[in-house]
């Protein structure tokens, strides 16, 4: 009997055994024209789920990991499964609603399927949509070193443009340093603060990162020791007879998020970096002097008895107001430090008069950071990626030495921050530049003495 030939294509997609989150769904509320909605909630560090839900259809935190990493871990130890980045962090433009993607395109073209014929036909991409309802989409794989679980992958899902370019240009200066493996690398993900433009307005929003995890105990360099255990990922690979480029072959041909995932993209809160609150959000904070002006004027019913006249009222408008200061305070336009001290006021009991006057303070300070002319300041992965690439390029045109090379990264490691890497940056571009024209100088002084041989003789 002729043994089984086997489906194509099993074995090859990452088994998903849990879902790293920075935020979840907040309770249920409803809209005044009594829809159920439930806006997200934010986190500036990680939590750790297993795949299960409970009754409320929320992910279940996995105890056991997060007791390992603490209450409110903002890193974790992790490796990835491939060298290739695009298969450690798959990403696209995607429009997503109703657990359906309708769109998805890489910046240059899109595949949009049509809603009435089903067909997928080819567009150019962006389109309007962009950073409207067609967004990032973008997921992490990682493997936890937690819990002895070996065998699946954790995914981070984001909307962030900000993660997206520091994960990759971190994976690409550790690749540069290493000489290709990244599979099998000790790393950290991080989530920091960080200054950014979102919707031209400058605010500080919590990003993802991925770093190398030194050992503190050794005396070489967290660079030599990357390379170091670069080295022996390779020599282990020959050793096995492990053929990373036909894995990484094999995963790559399958889709990687498939229309059963819609469900996780759909219920996704407005992205988890970049974008602190929706567009309904947004337009709903413009109208709250109006909103909250009508509701006080109105009027109880005449069967009401007259306690019920003022007492259930004001406790009303007071809940109403309170819900309203809250929202205002999660907008993005607000900085972090007026964020807390809202919090901390509203630990205390006020009066309607007061929330009603705190309420348009806080509107109106709102309004003035909204109408600011933000600063064009790039982002810390753009700057890490323009320094890759030029210390590259200057490698292989023999323009800086392995030393200088190396050391450079070396402090790129320590020195995460948006002046330092301009300023590196600069100088580098300068010494390059001067390096090049002296060579440039020096090859057409030899090339004109050799013509001068050649006439002599």
Known sequence: MAPMMGIQGIGFRLQRIGNIKIGKKGPEQKTSGGKKYRRPIKFEYFVV?????????????????????????????????????????????????????HCHGNRVIAEETDEKTGEIVQRTCPCDKLNKECKPHVILNVMLELGGRVGGVHQLRTGSWNSLENIVASLNLIKTITGGPIAGLPLTMTIRPQQALVEGRKTTIYVVGLEFRANPQLEASPVKQMQEIARGIVQNRLATGQDMLAIEENAASLNRDLDEDGLDWSEEFASTGDQRIDEKTRSKTADLKEKLAGTKEEKPSTAE????????????????????????????????????????????????????????????????????????????????????????????????????????????????????????????SAIIEDRGKVRAAEFDEAKGETGKQGSFA
């Open 305 to 428: 008895s007259e306690s019920e006249k003022s007492e259930p009222t004001e406790v009303e408008l007071k809940n109403q107001l309170l819900e309203e200061i809250k929202l205002l305070r999660d907008n993005e336009a607000l900085p972090q430090v007026e964020k807390d001290k809202v919090t901390k006021w509203l630990e205390k009991d006020h009066s309607l008069n007061i929330l009603q006057k705190n309420r348009d303070k806080l509107l109106d300070f709102i309004k003035s950071y909204e109408d600011e002319e933000p600063e064009d300041e790039p982002s810390l992965g753009s700057l890490t990626g323009k320094l890759i690439d030029l210390m590259g390029n200057a490698r292989e045109n023999k323009l800086v030495t392995e030393e200088e090379y190396v050391k450079i990264f070396e402090a790129a490691d320590k020195n995460q921050t948006t002046k330092w890497l301009t300023e590196i940056y600069d100088n580098w």
């Open 49 to 101: 789920t297993t795949m299960e839900r409970d009754k409320n259809e929320d992910w279940i935190t996995d105890d056991v990991a997060m007791k390992e990493l603490g209450e409110k871990p903002t890193e974790i130890p992790v490796f990835v499964p491939y060298d290739r980045i695009d298969l450690i962090v798959p990403h696209e433009l995607a429009y997503w609603s109703a657990s359906k993607r």
